[in-house]
């Protein structure tokens, strides 16, 4: 069954743009964790966030969780043609990760 | 990047062989998982093992089995390939099956079944 559910499904944008993804998820997490998958390979991880974080950075990273509103958005900033790709968040359920459908993020040069 | 190794990387076979699909990880991580994944789509547990000699079922019935004689070791094996089971097959592996460990995922093999 699936937890985590990512919008939009595709994104397009201007290299040096933003991006914004989001991701809700049903049942209450100990944490969310975030992965990259470049086209035909496997997934990468980003970031991990706590149930108790509402926020975290890493790099160009921005991670925000709302447990309230069981959702979570990741953003990159400053993208660059390389971050194009897939974004998945992730959450335990269980006993093993449960994957969302992800957000494809294609950066245009 | 990882220390993950997936063989072959694509592969592309005919409906009724036997394949096997090798994984290997270097990290001494103890569970390990098998992932199938349809092009633009979520990832599907279809397999994972929590050490030597530990083999689970995932979420999504699979027609394939795997074993797990060694620790660095998870290979999976369709016995008779249908053109059904063509899609991506990712293999990871984590420290730890505690949900604070984050996990290491090889390349994948893209089966072609015809």
């Known amino acids: 069954s699936q937890q985590g559910e990512e919008d939009p499904q595709a994104l397009s944008i201007q290299e040096g743009e933003n991006a914004t993804m989001n991701c809700s998820y049903k049942?209450?997490?100990?944490?969310l964790q975030w992965y990259r998958q470049n086209s035909g390979r496997g997934l990468v991880h980003l970031i991990l966030?706590?149930?108790?974080?509402r926020e975290k950075h890493s790099g160009r990273l921005r991670v925000t969780l709302d447990t309230s509103k069981k959702s979570s958005s990741l953003l990159i900033t400053a993208s660059r043609a390389a971050d194009t790709a897939s974004y998945f968040c992730?959450?335990?359920?269980?006993?093993?990760?449960?994957f969302g459908k992800g957000t494809k993020l294609s950066v245009k040069p | 990047e990882a220390d993950i190794y997936q063989t072959p990387r694509y592969l592309v076979i005919g409906t009724g062989k036997k394949i096997t699909l090798e994984c290997s990880q270097t990290?001494?991580?103890?569970?390990m998982y098998w992932y199938q994944q349809d092009p633009g789509m979520e990832l599907h547990l279809i397999h994972y093992?929590?050490?030597?000699?530990?083999?689970e079922k995932g979420d999504l019935s699979s027609e394939s089995t795997v074993s797990r004689i060694r620790t660095e070791h998870f290979p999976l094996t369709l016995e008779s390939a249908r053109p059904s089971h063509t899609s991506q097959y990712l293999c990871?592996?984590?420290?730890?099956?505690?949900?604070?460990?984050?996990?290491?995922f090889g390349p994948g093999t893209r089966l072609t079944v015809t």
């Open positions: 990290m001494g991580h103890d569970k």
């Open positions: 049942t209450s997490i100990n944490n």
């Open positions: 093992s929590y050490g030597v000699n530990s083999t």
């Open positions: 966030i706590r149930s108790n974080e």
């Open positions: 990871a592996s984590s420290e730890s099956q505690l949900s604070s460990y984050e996990q290491y």
């Open positions: 992730a959450t335990w359920s269980q006993g093993n990760l449960i």
